[in-house]
């Protein structure tokens, strides 16, 4: 039995399907809900069927041209939290191993912690650099502390005010919902 016919055979009510996950397992969520969309050959609203997926400390997973399809259906649905230097978040580097490049829309978690829905290449570049100031002397290396999904846990709490009014219109339609968190 593969993941499609396993969540068509648990869905029982119609209910909302979500992915989610941190590092590896964000990449999974992003190869599972293309994989649930794109290997549908029924036209059973697949689409609809996923109201949203939610990733923190994601690397890139496919090509411009995965990325491309992958957003048509699903980028807006799709939102990707980044910490400030989470190392994982640019691997592998764009341009250089086959193309990788990112989906769906970055929420950016500055070096205070605060959202930045969208930010310019060079103030992430400067925040960045500040990120990396701001921990000098501290225990640990900065790029691998904000890749911690305890330290996102805790950034998107303090958040919650800002990104509860942006995302509720995507929770408030589900009345049941299936999460696979990866």
Avoid at 3 to 8: D, E
Avoid at 156 to 164: E, F, G, T
Wanted: charged letters at 25%; aromatic letters at 12%; glycine letters at 8%.
């Amino acid at each position: 039995m593969n993941m499609r016919q396993f969540i068509k055979q648990i869905l029982n009510n119609k209910q909302s399907i979500w992915f989610c996950g941190h590092s590896l397992g964000a990449a999974l969520a992003i190869i599972a809900a293309a994989e649930y969309i794109f290997e549908g050959n029924d036209t059973d609203g697949n689409e609809d069927a996923v109201k949203g997926i939610y990733t923190i400390g994601q690397p890139r997973v496919g090509d411009d041209k995965f990325a491309e399809a992958f957003d048509a259906i699903l980028g807006e649905k799709c939102f990707r939290f980044v910490n400030n230097n989470d190392v994982v978040t640019r691997l592998p580097p764009p341009g250089i191993i086959l193309n990788y490049t990112h989906v769906g829309q970055e929420l950016y978690l500055d070096r205070n912690g605060e959202l930045q829905n969208s930010i310019p290449w060079w103030k992430k570049f400067w925040d960045r650099l500040n990120g990396i100031r701001k921990d000098i002397g501290k225990i640990g290396i900065d790029a691998l502390a904000d890749h911690g999904s305890k330290k996102y846990v805790e950034l998107i709490k303090d958040n919650r005010s800002v990104i509860i009014p942006k995302l509720c219109v995507l929770f408030s339609v589900a009345t049941s919902m299936i999460f696979f968190y990866f």
